[in-house]
């Protein structure tokens, strides 16, 4: 099997002690593909480390997470213009606007994501939306900027089949996590009316461990979970699934 993990954060400070064990047992597991999202420039060299180690199989994004907007916004963005410029990345992201932790922000989470928008655009690049409480925000700034060369995902989608189309019809993917295995995720009771062709699956990992590790550290070998539960609601295979998957982000991504 070829699993993509379409969002996972390697470099996190969660994987200091056994990141190589980490990355092992996703790979002899199926899973081929990592997408890794940034956060802000302090986990750069980080990122970097980590894409130097396996080449083949870790993708990097360049962006500035919408928690991460605060006063040295305007810094952290000359440093996302600056690393597309001196590296090749597949996609801006994590970026979007986050209402749920602190909303001291708002205006410059907006001004962030507008620009960071723009930067895509520039590039050619897919964006990767991180949307928390914020769905009315999100769509309002893909409305103003839509169009053909607006296109991506939806990370960690939890939203309702309404914003699902939504999010579809402004080029985006959705991803899909841990969510889908909860209890009181939602998404599992409408995701069968969605073609599969919209759909990609993502850990997030650390965060967001799907059933039956919910609340423990999450790791890419988790996606298996997420796969399972995706080809059960779909009634498929999980190698029709994870052929599909891999196939979409493939779409999106450009690799
Ligand atoms: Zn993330």
């Known amino acids: ?3 993509t993990d379409t969002h996972t954060h390697l470099y996190s400070e969660a994987f200091d002690k056994d990141r190589s064990t980490v990355i092992a047992e996703a790979m002899a597991n199926g899973v081929q593909r990592f997408f890794i999202p940034a956060i802000d420039s302090s986990y750069t060299e980080r990122m970097l480390e980590l894409k130097n180690s396996h080449p083949e199989h870790m993708f990097l994004m360049m962006g500035l997470h919408p928690t ?3 006063e040295n916004y305007k810094e952290e963005l000359l440093h996302v213009a600056d690393m597309l410029r001196e590296h090749p990345f597949v996609a801006i992201g994590e970026i979007g606007i986050d ?3 602190d909303k001291t922000f708002l205006k410059e989470q907006q001004e962030a994501f507008r620009t960071q928008i723009k930067l895509a655009k520039k590039h050619k690049l897919p964006i990767v939306i991180h949307c928390r409480e914020a769905f009315d925000a999100v ?3 893909l409305e103003e900027e839509k169009g053909a060369n607006l296109f991506g995902i939806f990370h960690c989608f939890t939203g309702s089949f309404e914003q699902a189309k939504s999010a579809i019809s402004y080029n985006m993917k959705l991803g899909i996590g ?3 295995t909860f209890k009181n995720g939602k998404i599992d009771t409408f995701l069968n009316k969605i073609d599969l062709k919209h759909l990609v699956l993502e850990t997030d990992s650390p965060y967001l461990a799907p059933v039956p590790y919910r609340g423990k550290r999450n790791e890419s070998l988790y996606i298996l979970k997420v796969l399972e539960k995706v080809a059960s609601i779909y009634g498929k295979t999980t190698a029709e699934v994870a052929e599909i998957t891999t196939q ?3 779409v999106v991504f450009g690799v």
Do not use: A
Request: charged share 15%; glycine share 6%.
């Open 99 to 101: 209402l749920y932790w």
């Open 248 to 250: 979409n982000s493939k």
């Open 178 to 180: 841990g969510v889908v």
């Open 139 to 141: 769509f309002e700034i």
């Open 1 to 3: 099997m070829n699993i």
């Open 68 to 70: 991460h907007v605060k």
